[in-house]
Every structure is written in structure tokens, then in C-alpha cells.
């Protein structure tokens, strides 16, 4: 920090007699107003400390500041339920799944970091999102992920790929806790701005949830875990509000180093301490480190706190203490205990081998005070802090090319005009990077250590098992579209939810609440800003329709390189619970003769499709429309027919169409399938049409589906029978006759499937 004008020690007292000193608010990414805001506050100026917390307080990343005033209508929209027993403000949601029990989960991001260190930004990536979750009270028990790159064959791809992959797959291992699921997606877009997305997902009784609160003067503040370096230094306010460039790998001491085997401590630390009832507040510390855990613990409870920074246990032991106060060194917790608990609480960490400090008492001052040295280097309102942070209200206004965009439908792209082509384009869509086969990724991940996993990627969704004896269990899927909500943030960010509920509801879960990521340019673009609330309120508006509330989740800004801002890529997560996850089905066709049946209905819809990026690298036109009523109809019909032993297998219809959804069910199952196309070959399909499925039925139980469809107003039609070893396809020809129109072995399938991702990862 002395590199920004730190020098010495600056206390309350020197900052009341020196007004007039240069500070380097705008090194810490503050304006003049909010500079003179914070001045305003304290009546003087700050002191490099308070300028410390302040800064990273205000940040973008951690107050929302220009987010906030769109966010609140998932609170004001929020439908009513009885499930919802921790909405947002708190380190992460928690709903009821039945039998005294309850998950919480969340999803954050890790871009900025990722770039500058893949492997490092992305494990940190995890374990951050795993202390959210450790920090409502519960045991972690499953982790997703969403990423996106540049092209699969650029420089700079090859470089953040295989870091971030990796760095996710090393820390969770190292956790023990299994990858169910998650996505990996290429465009330009993201070229030197990749986006890395982590869930956690984590399981308690309704009676252990814990709160970030500091309640009760007299109080101890316990910091514990990892000792406090000099990594992350100003990662929060710094990386998280930076555009990107060549100059940004330099940034690397703004990235945090992890450890996953003192997370892996903490956890079963944290609860064993939980269980003896050893903590009345607590709080993880991840962006803006003991900044943001002390003022928003202070801020939440009886309003004031005293910490002697000396007492914090270091690494390194010439850090300053606004160093101290930015660091975001991984593996940390902080408690509030009462006295007469202080010494068990010890204990119990000594055990763990888990350094713990008492750092600080609780108070009713109403003021944040800090000392160093002996000397007061803080004396603030908490609430200002953590709380009473600048609020936006941007301009916006819709991009000056979405008009043209919008106008270049893929209408004027050359479709396939016989069996032959239509081939090919099954073919060059499978093995395409976005829809080519990603183990190369998942071999990477534990996707069953624990022994509860039901159900991992490929699949729809991640299932995991909650309790033996009953077979009640949780899905959860993670899902977005950039060229999407590109071409229409509203339809965006709907359709990213449509399709999360949809894979939930394909396994046989009963969607129940979603958390988000939103990953957005520059708020300080009018054109990103209009993005941003377009998506909020239609990611608002769908969750009102469907009845799922938001618990939570995470602003991302500022990805972009230079000017240049990636798509607006809104991520959706949805969990849905299983009453018995022994009655789920996979997507995988196994039963020789099973009749196939596609649900829904099948526009002429390309707009935004992986066929029109994939054949000409083509964005424009709308994309598919939203019919949140036909999901819903749809999901009925999925749960009731699972449920009902109705169907022996269940593939959701998305990126790539029918076309791809045969591919990866024929090729998970190692069957072949005989079909015959409804009306136009092409657009039958490739279209990207919403609230579709495909379905092999029971035998027996075809007329029990059609009368279920029927009463649920699912369009249900038979289209083929599963066997052999090749896709077969029928369909009208260029002369309007019926007749065979390709067939594909399934080695050859398997064989442009599988072969992409690791060509580019090598």
C-alpha cells in the first residue's frame, strides 16, 4: 500500500489535524463524491484505514451500488411461499425441503481473478462459495460450476482454460465434496474476460441456521482460520471494477491463494461448533476480508464493536493495517461468542488445529473503533460501512446496434437442403465446441465422493440423495444464454430460468427457488445499464410467474475488454426437490424398442441458435420465445409421468434442438434410435423452441402419457422407437415424399462428440 501513498501510521487524531493530505481514493476506486461523502460522515477526513474500508465497502462487488435499485423487485415480486426460510441479505438462502430439513445455496462469481490466475481465481472461486455456505450453518455436500471462454482454439483460451478447470477441480477434490453439474460455453465475447461461476449447495436442520449478526456488548469477536497475508489485497474493489487488458496479469497479488485442507478444517470445525451452540453470529470473510466481516457484523447487530488489530494473527508481519483490513486471504471465519463460551470455543479449534484469536468485543457504541499500536486508526458507524453505501441510478438506454442486430435475422443464412447436409449439420453441431462433449472437464471433478450423488453431468441436472430411508433427495441445475440476452435481455434472462427449470423438472423434482449470477459489462455504459435492468426485470417477472422465489446470489460488472463488454450473460440456478430420487430418469436410452416422444410445441425459431453461431457465426434476429405457461404445463406433466413410472427416460430439448438432444440420449445410453420428423426436417430439428422434452415411454404407457398431456395442454407426439446402433431419420424430402433422409453409426456420433474440447485443451 505504500506504493498508493501509505506512509507510516495515519490515527484519527493525525487525520482530524491534517485535513488537507492527498489520499488515494481514486487508487481504491472512489469517486470525488463518494470521497467527500465519506468525509461528510466523519466530519474530517478519513484515515488510511477508514479510507481502506470505505473503499472496499462501497465497492461495486460488495454494496451493489448500481445494481441495488433493479435487484429489489426480486424481493418486491417475490411470490409467497411457506419454503423460503432465508431470503437475500444474508450470506446465502435457505429454503424447506420437508422432514425438518433444509438446503441453502448460492452461486458467485470468480472472473476477474480467473484471468489474472486461472487456477488460483478459480479455487478461491469455490472455497469462497463454500464459506457462504458454511456460514448460514450448514454442512456443504455438493458444488456446481458455469464457465465461459474465448474461442476454444485462441491463445488466451488455452491458457485460463486448463488453469480454471483445474483450480476447480483441486479445490473441491481436495474438499471431498462432488461436482454435480454446471456448464462450459465458447464465444469470442469472452476472450480475455472468461467468466467463472461457482454453487455451493449445503444441507442443515430448520433449527441450525446461523445469522451474521453481533449481538450483546460484551460479546468476543473470534477470528479464526487461515492466518492473514498479504494476498487479495484490494481484490474486491480493485479486480472487481477493472477492465481488462494485457497490463492485467500483473495484477497478480490482487489475487487470493487457497488451501482447501484448512477449509476442509474449518468446515467440520465450524460445525461442531455449531452444534454445541458456540456462536451467536458469524460471518465469512471473503471480499474485503475483516472490512466487510467487521462492519457487517457490527452493522447487524447491537451496532457497535472494538477490534485490536494487533491481535489479528499474520503471515507476514509488516503489513499496515489498511492491509490488514483488505486482505482477502482465504479460509477465514469470524464469530461472536459470549465470554463464559470463549474458552470451549477455543478448544474445540485447537483441536481442529484451527488458529483462533479473540480480536475484538462487542459493543453499544454504535461505532466501528479500531486500534493499532496502541493508537485509534478507526472510529466509524458501521452502518455507513456496510449499509448506508452510495446507490445509482444509472442512465441507460438500449445499444445503439440492437436495432440492426434484431433486424439481421438468420432468415438470410442457406439452410440444409437435403439428407446429406442435414447430416453434416448433426455432425459439425455435435462436435462443436459448446456442444461437444466435455469430460475432458468433468474427468477432472469428483462428481460422486460422499457416496449420495444420484445424478452428475451429463445429465439434465445434478441429483443428490438428502435421506436414505425416505429417498428425498434435491436437483439443481445451472444454466445461461449470452446470445440470448444479447439479442433481448427480458426474453435473456427468462429463458436462462425456463431452461434451469425445465432440466430440474426432467429428473423429476419439483422446482422450488432459484439463486443467480449476473455478469454484465460496465455499469458506466447506458447501453450495459439498460442490459442489466431489462434482465433484472425479466428475471423478476418469470420467478412471479413460476413460483420461485430468488434466495440470492451475485452482481458481476465490468466484464469487458477495454470498451468492448461481453454479452450479457444472466446464470441461472434452480434447485428442485425429489420426494423419492429412486423414481428419477436420466436422459440416457437404454430399452431396445421404447417408443420416443417429443412433448411440447416446435416453431421456426434460430434466432441466437447454436446452429446460426455455430454454421456462420451468425448473431441476430429474437431469440425463442418465452412461454412460461407451457414450461410449467410441461414440468407438471415430467414430475407426474416420473413419479408415475410413465417414462424410462426424459431429455430436455435446448441449445442445438432435437438434433442434439437425440445426439447426447443415443450416445449416454449407447442406443441408436429410429425417427421420423414432423414437417419441415430443419426446422424439426434445429429449432431451439422452449418448453420441450423428449421422452422414451414405458411399454404400455403411451395412452396414459397422452391422456396426461392432454389434460395438461402439452402437445405429445410419437415421433420414432429406440434401437440399433446408428440415428436413423426419416422426413419429407426436397420433393415433399417420405423417405430416409440420413442415418449416422453411433462410433461416428461418438467420435465428432468427444473429440473437441481436449484438442483445445492441450
Not at 460488495?62 to 437475500?88: E, I, W
Request: hydrophobic share 40%; proline share 6%.
Amino acid at each position: 500500500m505504500e506504493g498508493q501513498g501509505y506512509t507510516g501510521t495515519d490515527t484519527v487524531a493525525i487525520a482530524a489535524a491534517s485535513p488537507e493530505r492527498r489520499q488515494p481514493f481514486a487508487e481504491l476506486g472512489m469517486n470525488e463524491e463518494e470521497y467527500r461523502r465519506v468525509r461528510d460522515i466523519l466530519g474530517r477526513r478519513p484515515t488510511s484505514a477508514e479510507l481502506a474500508i470505505y473503499s472496499v465497502m462501497w465497492s461495486e462487488h460488495c454494496s451493489y451500488k448500481s445494481s441495488k435499485v433493479h435487484l429489489r423487485q426480486f424481493g418486491d415480486k417475490a411470490p409467497k411461499t411457506d419454503k423460503l426460510l432465508v431470503g437475500m441479505g444474508e450470506n446465502a438462502g435457505v429454503v424447506d425441503i420437508g422432514h425438518g430439513l433444509a438446503v441453502t445455496f448460492k452461486v458467485e462469481s470468480h472472473n476477474h481473478p480467473s484471468y489474472v490466475e486461472p487456477y488460483q481465481g478459480a479455487a478461491t472461486g469455490v472455497g469462497g462459495i463454500v464459506r457462504d455456505i458454511m456460514s448460514m450453518g450448514a454442512r456443504p455436500i455438493a458444488v456446481m460450476d458455469s464457465l465461459r471462454f474465448g474461442p476454444a482454439d485462441a491463445p488466451d483460451t488455452q491458457r485460463v482454460l486448463p488453469g480454471v478447470v483445474a483450480g476447480i477441480g483441486g479445490y473441491a477434490n481436495s474438499l471431498g465434496l462432488p461436482n454435480i453439474g454446471g456448464e462450459t460455453v465458447f464465444d469470442a465475447c469472452y476472450e480475455q474476460n472468461p467468466l467463472v461461476n461457482a454453487l455451493c449447495v449445503g444441507l442443515m436442520k430448520h433449527e441450525d441456521i446461523q445469522r451474521a449478526v453481533a449481538p450483546g456488548p460484551g460479546n468476543q469477536v473470534i477470528l479464526f482460520g487461515a492466518l492473514t497475508g498479504p494476498d487479495g489485497i484490494g481484490g474486491a474493489s480493485v479486480l472487481a471494477s477493472a477492465n481488462f487488458d494485457d497490463e492485467s496479469q500483473q495484477k497478480r497479488p490482487s489475487v487470493q491463494v487457497g488451501d482447501p485442507f484448512m477449509e476442509k478444517l474449518l468446515i467440520e470445525c465450524c460445525l461442531e461448533l455449531f452444534s454445541e451452540d458456540l456462536v451467536v453470529g458469524i460471518q465469512d470473510l471473503g471480499a474485503a476480508g475483516v472490512s466487510c466481516a467487521t462492519t457487517e457484523l457490527a452493522a447487524a447487530g447491537t451496532g457497535g464493536m472494538h477490534i485490536d488489530l494487533d491481535a489479528v494473527p499474520l503471515r507476514d508481519a509488516t503489513l499496515l493495517p489498511e492491509e490488514i483490513l483488505m486482505s482477502e486471504s482465504q479460509e477465514r471465519m469470524m464469530a461472536v461468542v459470549t465470554p463464559d463460551k470463549v474458552a470451549r470455543f477455543m478448544e474445540i479449534c485447537g483441536r481442529w488445529e484451527i488458529p483462533a484469536t479473540v480480536i475484538g468485543t462487542v459493543t453499544d457504541t454504535r461505532r466501528l473503533v479500531m486500534t493499532w499500536r496502541g493508537e485509534t486508526i478507526v472510529d466509524l458507524p458501521p452502518t455507513t460501512a456496510a449499509d448506508e453505501g452510495p446507490v445509482y441510478r444509472r442512465p441507460l438506454e438500449p445499444p445503439h446496434d440492437l436495432g440492426a442486430l434484431q433486424s439481421d435475422t438468420p432468415g438470410r443464412l442457406t439452410r440444409p437442403s437435403n439428407g446429406d447436409e442435414l447430416r453434416r449439420t448433426v455432425l459439425w453441431l455435435a462436435g462443436s465446441p459448446n456442444l461437444a462433449g466435455k469430460t475432458w472437464v468433468t474427468s477432472q471433478y469428483d462428481r460422486y465422493v460422499l457416496g449420495n450423488t444420484v445424478m452428475a453431468m451429463p445429465e439434465n441436472a445434478g441429483v443428490v440423495r438428502i435421506d436414505d430411508e425416505s429417498g428425498l433427495g434435491i436437483a439443481l441445475s445451472l444454466d445461461g444464454n449470452g446470445r440470448y440476452t444479447r439479442l433481448d435481455p427480458y426474453a435473456g434472462a427468462q429463458l436462462a430460468l425456463s431452461e434451469a427449470f425445465r432440466n430440474v423438472a426432467a429428473t423429476g423434482a419439483r422446482p422450488l427457488a432459484v439463486t443467480n449470477c449476473l455478469n454484465f459489462g460496465s455499469p458506466e455504459d447506458p447501453g450495459v445499464m439498460w442490459q442489466f435492468a431489462r434482465a433484472a426485470e425479466g428475471l423478476a417477472d418469470g420467478c412471479q410467474y413460476l413460483g420461485i422465489p430468488v434466495t440470492g446470489g451475485n452482481v458481476s460488472f465490468y466484464n469487458q475488454t477495454g470498451s468492448t463488454p461481453i454479452n450479457p450473460t444472466p446464470v441461472v440456478g434452480v434447485l428442485g426437490v425429489h420426494d423419492d430420487v429412486r423414481r428419477r430418469v436420466n436422459m440416457g436410452l437404454t430399452t431396445d424398442g421404447a417408443t420416443i416422444a417429443l412433448l411440447g410445441e416446435t416453431r421456426e425459431e434460430f434466432g441466437g441458435s447454436e446452429w446460426a453461431h455455430v454454421v456462420y457465426g451468425h448473431l441476430g434476429g429474437l431469440p425463442p420465445l418465452v412461454d412460461l405457461k407451457a414450461e410449467t404445463s410441461l414440468a407438471s406433466v415430467l414430475v407426474s409421468a416420473i413419479r408415475d413410472g410413465l417414462v424410462t427416460v426424459v431429455h430436455d430439448l435446448s441449445d442445438g434442438g432435437l438434433s442434439q438432444t437425440l445426439v447426447e440420449s443415443c450416445l449416454r445410453g449407447s442406443l441408436g434410435a429410429r425417427i421420423t420428423l414432423p414437417g419441415d426436417p430443419f426446422v424439426a430439428l434445429f429449432s431451439e423452441s422452449v418448453a420441450r422434452a423428449m421422452v422414451a415411454v414405458r411399454p404400455g404407457a403411451e395412452a396414459r402419457l397422452a391422456a396426461l398431456c392432454e389434460s395438461a395442454g402439452v402437445p405429445v407426439s410419437q415421433i420414432g422407437v429406440a434401437g440399433g446402433d446408428s440415428l436413423s431419420v426419416t422426413g419429407h424430402g426436397p420433393d415433399g415424399d417420405q423417405q430416409e433422409l440420413f442415418s449416422i453409426p453411433l462410433y461416428e456420433l461418438r467420435e465428432a462428440h468427444e473429440r473437441m474440447v481436449p484438442s483445445y485443451a492441450d
